[in-house]
Every structure is written in structure tokens, then in C-alpha cells.
């Protein structure tokens, strides 16, 4: 394990539901980010935490929300979905938000139907 | 802002081969290039990185070549093993910034056949 933690593992989720994905590390690290993995797509950057402030958004639609508490912590509030926002959600975190190595969590696999 | 185009996409070799995947990138800031491997089902993990000071590095069976000027980087992976298995995925990073500016290139699924 590289101390980044992901729940759940799954979510199905119809498209009036309201849900969260958990993150938590254990590395000590004071950044920790957000990236949505669709099928045949890029990586895409969705949310940046510097020391429990948001510093980055990624033009995201407002149907995503994030929250980070702590510097261990960061959520990902989800409602009224669209089916194409099914993706791996995968969080990130990493000692500094310069060129440090980024750690990865298992990510979260969103089904919205 | 930046892009980076990889290829190919999908990539099958015979073990013991070689394999290469290349990534370009078009802004000239971008000074640190990670290379990251995701077996199916597991989370993507740093397997190299080069930095625009340098214009190779070696790990073992794995290194990555960097060309500045063409901007243009590649994974080289020698003597190939099925554990080698996974998407592969690029990226750039400018100096300033970090992950919070970085840009993933589009993945290159590996398949090292026995």
C-alpha cells in the first residue's frame, strides 16, 4: 500500500443521488488532488488542496464538490450526476505541489446510471 | 496551455523485446516528465522521471530519454517480462506549478506476450 486510501472501491449511483468519495493518506504530504480517468482520456486534473486550500479548479462542474478538512483528508461531494460523469476517480497527494513524485490512491470506480 | 500526445497506443511485444512509447509535449516550460505504470485494477505508480537537465536515465530494464529541443521524451523497456503488463502514461510538469499544471498524455496499454 502507498498509504493513499480510496472508499469505496465502487459506487453505483443514480443520477438524483447524492454521494461522497473518501480519500485519506498516511504520508505526511500537504498536497492532495483529485483526477477523473475516463476510457481513452487523459488524466484530467480536477482538484488541487495546498494546506487544506483549494488552489486549483479545473473548470469542474459545480455537481462536483470538494472538501478537505484536514491535510490528511479530501472528499469529493457528488449530486444530480450525469452518465458521463462515470469514470475512475482517483486521488492523489504528494509532499509539495511542485515536482514531487505524486502517490495514488486505488481510485473509486463511479457508475452513474 | 499544454499538450502532450503519446503513442502509441496500445503496444504488444514478445517477451524478452523491447519496447518504446513516446511522448511529445509543446510548452517549453515544462521541466520534470513522469512516467507512470497502472496495472489493471491497481492505482498508476512512478516508475521513472527525468528532469530537462538531463537527458537520459537509467533504471534497470527501464529508461527515459529526453530531447529538449524536439521536445520529445520516450520509456524505453528491455528485455520485456509479462509483469511488464499495464498502461503507461507521460506527463509534463512545468517549474512552476507542479501537479498543480501538469498535463497526462493519453496512456499506452502494454501487453508483453509469454
Known amino acids: 500500500e502507498t498509504g493513499v486510501t480510496q472508499t469505496p472501491r465502487h459506487l453505483v449511483m443514480g443520477m438524483t443521488n447524492k454521494k461522497s468519495l473518501k480519500c485519506e493518506q498516511h504520508?505526511?504530504?500537504?498536497?492532495m488532488y483529485w483526477y477523473k480517468q475516463s476510457a481513452k482520456k487523459p488524466l484530467e486534473l480536477m482538484f488541487v488542496?495546498?494546506?487544506?486550500?483549494?488552489?486549483e479548479n479545473n473548470s469542474v462542474p459545480s455537481r462536483f464538490s470538494p472538501e478537505c478538512p484536514n491535510s490528511s483528508h479530501l472528499f469529493l461531494h457528488l449530486h444530480t450526476l450525469q452518465p458521463e460523469d462515470s469514470a475512475l476517480y482517483l486521488c492523489a497527494s504528494s509532499q509539495r505541489t511542485g515536482d514531487a513524485e505524486a502517490f495514488f490512491g486505488q481510485g473509486t470506480r463511479l457508475t452513474v446510471v | 496551455g499544454e499538450n502532450v500526445e503519446q503513442h502509441p497506443s496500445t503496444l504488444s511485444v514478445q517477451e524478452g523485446d523491447s519496447a518504446v512509447i513516446k511522448c511529445t509535449y509543446s510548452?517549453?516550460?515544462?521541466?520534470?516528465f513522469p512516467w507512470y505504470k497502472q496495472e489493471l485494477g491497481k492505482r498508476p505508480q512512478l516508475i521513472i522521471d527525468?528532469?530537462?537537465?538531463?537527458g537520459e536515465k537509467k533504471d534497470q530494464r527501464i529508461a527515459v530519454t529526453l530531447n529538449k529541443t524536439a521536445k520529445h521524451f520516450s520509456l524505453h523497456i528491455t528485455e520485456t517480462q509479462p509483469e511488464d503488463s499495464a498502461v503507461y502514461f507521460c506527463?509534463?510538469?512545468?517549474?512552476?506549478?507542479?501537479?498543480?499544471?501538469?498535463?497526462f498524455g493519453t496512456g499506452t496499454k502494454l501487453q508483453v506476450i509469454p
Open positions: 504520508l505526511g504530504h500537504n498536497a
Open positions: 510548452d517549453s516550460a515544462s521541466n520534470y
Open positions: 488542496y495546498s494546506l487544506e486550500e483549494r488552489v
Open positions: 506527463a509534463a510538469i512545468p517549474s512552476s506549478g507542479g501537479y498543480q499544471k501538469v498535463t
Open positions: 527525468i528532469r530537462s537537465n538531463v
